[in-house]
């Protein structure tokens, strides 16, 4: 799906690839079950260390010399291992990343009312600012107050797209989600965390469904 100068594909699950058109730059989020064929990245960001999120067989099929890694501490010894020289940097939540024209700052994501993503973990969800797009990427977690915080991405003069988990039991489900998009108020709404591990093609129409009744732009991508 492309977004002003941004093309968005899912690649399931919660695995993202991100390109910024102007720059070429391939940005992945998560890669989990990827296919092979898929462009060398240039940056990936991964928001915890659960295998469906820092899969190494997947990042090993994205990686090219000089390849940027972000990642929670929890990912270093299984991310140290490849035989490509690859940059890591360990992340914790509220830091600022300055890769030039593209912006990070990484946001908790914790469960509030279930054990299975503690905030004492220290995982991120990424919020992504470029040029004409702001990306916010919730990684694994529930409806949080820090959501409060990103609203003004509204009235930035940017498209701000906000993906969010639906599947519920270890995140959200569909109608946490959509107040999660009630809170954040983005351009457009975009479910993931389904479709493979658990969550289903429902939870994601839900979501949409949902969002529609609030006034929220929100549409279910096809996987890559």
């Known amino acids: 799906m492309k977004i002003s100068n941004v093309d968005i594909k899912w690649l399931g699950h919660d695995g993202f690839l991100i390109k ?6 391939n940005i992945y989020i998560d890669p989990y079950n990827i296919a092979d064929s898929l462009e060398k990245a240039d940056l990936i960001l991964i928001t915890h260390g659960h295998y469906d999120h820092c899969s190494v067989v997947d990042i090993e099929k994205i990686i090219k010399k000089g390849t940027r890694i ?3 501490a929890d ?3 299984k991310i140290t291992k490849f035989d490509v020289p690859i940059q890591l940097e360990i992340v914790e939540p509220d830091q600022d990343l300055d890769f ?3 912006k990070i700052l990484t946001i908790p994501a914790y469960n509030t009312d279930k054990h299975f993503h503690p905030k004492d973990s220290h995982w991120v969800g990424y919020l ?4 004409s797009v702001v990306i916010y990427h919730t990684g694994d977690c529930d409806v949080m107050p820090e959501m409060q915080k990103l609203t003004g991405y509204k009235h930035s003069g940017k498209e701000f797209v906000a993906l969010l988990p639906v599947s519920g039991r270890f995140v959200m489900n569909p109608e946490e989600a959509a107040e999660a998009a009630k809170i954040l108020k983005p351009t457009l709404a975009i479910p ?12 994601a129409q839900e979501f ?3 969002c529609k009744e609030e006034g929220i732009n929100a549409k279910i991508l096809n996987k890559e």
């Open 100 to 102: 030039g024209n593209i």
């Open 128 to 131: 992504i600012k470029m040029d």
């Open 192 to 203: 993931m965390h389904f479709g493979s591990i658990i969550g289903t093609q429902e939870d």
């Open 20 to 25: 910024n058109l102007d720059t070429k730059k």
């Open 208 to 210: 949409v469904d949902f």
């Open 70 to 72: 972000i990642a929670t």
């Open 75 to 77: 990912c270093q010894s």
